[in-house]
Every structure is written in structure tokens, then in C-alpha cells.
């Protein structure tokens, strides 16, 4: 099981304890973060304290209906995540786990046949499938006493693995994102000169050669997804700091100057937040702690005021689906610090650093809900650090592949 088919909200009233009796069974309250559910029967999901996987049964026949519902409005918190067990769910085959998360909601399933499987009814809401987190990741190009292309793809158990040969310009100081999805781009930075020039990346994290840029040439920005499949660039340094965007298309199609809101600043890093929206953060020279929202609709905020240590040259990606991670970086010397991301976009205050102390280093989501940070500069090093689906950063873990800085890193599917 990977993946996921995020919260799918009904807005129906009166229906579920109807279904109820007209023949399923209601089970005593689950509490555990395991269970099993047996078609015909309707289960209290209590996720106070954690979140609960649920298997399906293995096998069911059409008409068979199975119905979950929030018994403590704490799903927000800790959600359930529905594993399909073999069978397909909505039309998506089992390489997808379904999560719902909406606090007091309630998700009536009914077995459809092979072809459809489970699918959720009560409402024509359920028929648009949400976007899932993305299983893979790259890191890509950076410099090692030379500019580079090369890449590291990354499993979806966060294990890196050697290099591959580069595609496109040698260059480093970019940035990368994911779009449409279940792909990738890597977009601008310095080959000795500033370039506006792009790469995408496709759903198999193959590399593709240059783009013609868009926009102005820049290096040192940051970058992330927003609205679920799209995806932008901000900020950086064309020959001074500037607080322009472009926005990249689902398709991958990299936009005009967009005019900066916000401080202008360089060294930055971006990453995601409540599935559709996003956030660039820190920065600066000498360093800051602003952060500037992102809307589902790619408009950036005005300025936000900084919460933890400034700093530059730090990286960020998204971790649980919906809350992001800030780490690492410099503040007149390097640090491990982090900073979390809630899924309303509020940055919290410093956690103290585990691992290397670096700066000018990549991160990027795996595994659908968990992040991974890696490569950078203290030493220039190889090595990485996962972060878990509760924001924990690990220990170091040995380098695989060129070590370097100025490196960008972006998820696929």
C-alpha cells in the first residue's frame, strides 16, 4: 500500500443512521490505530489519542456497504487511513490508501464490482478523488568544486540511490517543485551566470532537457506546489534580491513574472501546507525569519512576522500531507534547527537540531506523508536526514551518491 486519496468531506445530514437500519450493525467504539472491518457492519472511529489504519476485508461482493464515522470530531487530528486490501477503491487500484481527516465526519462505503470497488456514497461531493501524497523523490544538480546535473533518486522508504547521469545545463543555486500531481521541475539558478531556463521531471523520475525559461534569471529562490497540482518560484537574486514569482501550470508550463509581494530576499526556502496552499519562509542577507502565505490560487502574502532563529540557506518540504517542515541552514553559523508548519500555515518555534549542522542543502517529500532532507554544506556532504509523518528529523544517515551544495530536490509519483 502507498499513496493517498486525501479527505473527501460529504456535507450530508441524516443519512448515516438510516443506512444504519436498514441492516448494518453498529460496533462497539474503536480506539486502537489498527482494525479490520467485516462488510454489513457501521464502526465508531475514536482517534483521540492516534490515527487508525483500517483493512478492508480482502474480498466482497456487490451491494456489500461498510460504514465509518468520527465518534469524537477528532479525525482533523488524527485521521484514518483506509487500506483497500487488494480491492480497488473509487476506480484507483490498491496503490492507493485512502484518508479521510475532516473532524465529525462520516464515510459510507459500497462495494461496486472488480472494475470500481468500494465507492463512497451519500453525496456527489465523494465523486471528485483528492490529491495523493507523492510515493518518490530527486534530488538534483548542485556544485562540487563544479556545477552539476546529476541526480539521486530517492524510494518510497526514503533510501537514496547513486547517481544518475545528468540531463540539462550543469548548474546549481535552483529550485524544484512538484506539479500536475505526480511530477516534477527543476527551474532557474546560476551555471556561472544567472539562467531562467527549466527541466522537468516525469511521473517515473526521468529528467528531461532544457526548457527555454520564462521569467527572469535568477538563483538562489525557493519553490513548492500549491492547489493541489500546480506548482511556484519565488524570490532570489537576479543581480539583487527581488520578491517576483512564477507560477508553473499543471502541465508543467512555467509562467511570466508575476510582481513580488513581500520582502525581497534571496536564500530562501518554500514548501506546502493544508494540501493546497503554501508558504516561503526565512531567507535573507543578512538572514530574516518572514514568511509569506501562498493561497490555493498561487497569490502570495504580505509579509508574516518571522517565529524562530533567522536564518539563510535553509531547505523545506511537506510532511503528513498537510503540515511542512523548515531545518537547517545558517545564522552566521551553521545550525540543524527546525521550524514546523501547521496545516493552517503558522510556523512554530524552533526545535532543537538533530544531525549535521549544514546550510545550501535540498528536501522533498517521500512516502507520501514523511520528507527527507540531503546533501548540503558544512563540509559539502552526501548524507540525509528523514523526517517522519509527526515532523521528527532523524539522525544522520550515511551519504549515497556525489557530495555537494547548492542542490534542489523535488517529489514524483
Not at 165 to 171: A, E, F, I, K
Not at 189 to 212: E, I, P, Q, R
Not at 307 to 315: I, K, Q, S
Amino acid at each position: 500500500m502507498s499513496g493517498v486519496i486525501a479527505d473527501n468531506p460529504y456535507r450530508a445530514s441524516g443519512v448515516i443512521a438510516a443506512a444504519a437500519a436498514g441492516g448494518l450493525s453498529w460496533q462497539t467504539i474503536e480506539t486502537g490505530s489498527t482494525m479490520t472491518a467485516k462488510a454489513g457492519n457501521a464502526y465508531w472511529i475514536d482517534t483521540t489519542s492516534n490515527a487508525c489504519t483500517i483493512t478492508l476485508p480482502s474480498s466482497a461482493s456487490n451491494g456489500d456497504e461498510i460504514i465509518f464515522a468520527d465518534y469524537d470530531r477528532t479525525w482533523g487530528t488524527y485521521s484514518i487511513t483506509i487500506d483497500s486490501n487488494g480491492l480497488n477503491y473509487q476506480g484507483d487500484d490498491d496503490t492507493f490508501d485512502v484518508e479521510y481527516g475532516t473532524d465529525g465526519q462520516d464515510v459510507h462505503i459500497v462495494y461496486s464490482g472488480a472494475t470500481n470497488g468500494w465507492i463512497p456514497i451519500l453525496d456527489k461531493a465523494v465523486a471528485d478523488v483528492p490529491s495523493k501524497g507523492n510515493q518518490n523523490g530527486l534530488f538534483g544538480f548542485g556544485v562540487s568544486g563544479s556545477y552539476m546535473s546529476l541526480t539521486n533518486l530517492i524510494s518510497n522508504a526514503g533510501v537514496v540511490a547513486t547517481d544518475t547521469t545528468g540531463v540539462g545545463t550543469d548548474r546549481g543555486y535552483l529550485g524544484a517543485c512538484e506539479y500536475g500531481e505526480d511530477k516534477g521541475i527543476f527551474g532557474y539558478g546560476s551555471d556561472g551566470a544567472v539562467v531562467s531556463m527549466s527541466n522537468l521531471v516525469s511521473n517515473a523520475g526521468v529528467v528531461a532537457t532544457d526548457v527555454t525559461g520564462v521569467g527572469t534569471a535568477r538563483y538562489a529562490l525557493g519553490a513548492c506546489s500549491y492547489g493541489g497540482d500546480k506548482g511556484i518560484f519565488g524570490y532570489g537574486d537576479s543581480g539583487s534580491a527581488v520578491s517576483l514569482t512564477n507560477l508553473v501550470s499543471n502541465a508543467g508550463v512555467v509562467a511570466t513574472d508575476v510582481t513580488g509581494v513581500g520582502t525581497a530576499r534571496l536564500l530562501v526556502a518554500a514548501c506546502e501546507y493544508g494540501d493546497d496552499k503554501a508558504l516561503f519562509g526565512f531567507g535573507g542577507h543578512p538572514s530574516t525569519a518572514i514568511t509569506n502565505l501562498v493561497s490555493n490560487v498561487g497569490v502570495v502574502a504580505s509579509d508574516t512576522a518571522g517565529v524562530g532563529t533567522a536564518r539563510n540557506h535553509l531547505a523545506a518540504c511537506t510532511y503528513d500531507y498537510d503540515k511542512g517542515i523548515f531545518a537547517y541552514g545558517t545564522s552566521g553559523s551553521n545550525v540543524s534547527t527546525s521550524n514546523l508548519v501547521s496545516n493552517v500555515g503558522v510556523v512554530a518555534t524552533d526545535v532543537t537540531g538533530v544531525g549535521t549542522a549544514r546550510q545550501a542543502l535540498a528536501a522533498t517529500q517521500y512516502g507520501g506523508d514523511k520528507g527527507i532532507f540531503g546533501y548540503g554544506d558544512g563540509s559539502v556532504v552526501s548524507l540525509t536526514n528523514l523526517v517522519s509523518n509527526a515532523g521528527v528529523v532523524a539522525d544522520d544517515v550515511t551519504g549515497v551518491g556525489t557530495a555537494r551544495k547548492e542542490v534542489a530536490a523535488c517529489s514524483y509519483n
